[in-house]
């Protein structure tokens, strides 16, 4: 039995059966309360829609930084999206 750590209050785990929708309110509202940088994680059927979510951002907010990461465990695919809000000067 793996033990999963706890989210932090800037990581999203994305779920293949919730709407993109609902992560891209949180996010937003994340940067809107001053995070300057938001973890998105996905498994296997979750990997598209990471990816869909992270583009949508970054094409709604000037200024958005990002880095990816993949990794492989268990036979599962996963994707690990840094979205960092740069400050304008």
Same mark, same amino acid.
């Given at each position: ?5 706890? !989210? !932090? %209050?800037? $990581?999203? %785990? ?5 709407? *993109?929708?609902? #992560?891209?309110?949180?996010?937003? @509202? =994340? %940067? $809107? $309360? +001053? *995070? @300057?940088?938001?973890?998105?994680? +996905? =498994?296997? !059927? ?8 992270? =583009?949508?951002?970054?094409? @709604? #907010?000037? +200024?958005?930084? #990002? ?14 999206? $840094?979205?960092?809000? @740069? =400050?304008?000067?």
């Amino acid at each position: 039995m793996k033990i999963h750590k706890k !989210a !932090a %209050f800037n $990581e999203i %785990f994305v779920k293949h059966d919730a709407h *993109i929708n609902r #992560y891209i309110k949180r996010i937003i @509202q =994340l %940067f $809107e $309360e +001053g *995070i @300057q940088t938001v973890l998105i994680h +996905g =498994l296997s !059927a979750s990997i598209e829609k990471c990816v869909r979510i992270a =583009l949508q951002i970054i094409d @709604q #907010y000037c +200024g958005i930084t #990002y880095k990816i990461k993949t990794s492989s465990q268990d036979n599962k695919s996963g994707i690990h999206i $840094e979205l960092k809000k @740069q =400050l304008l000067i």
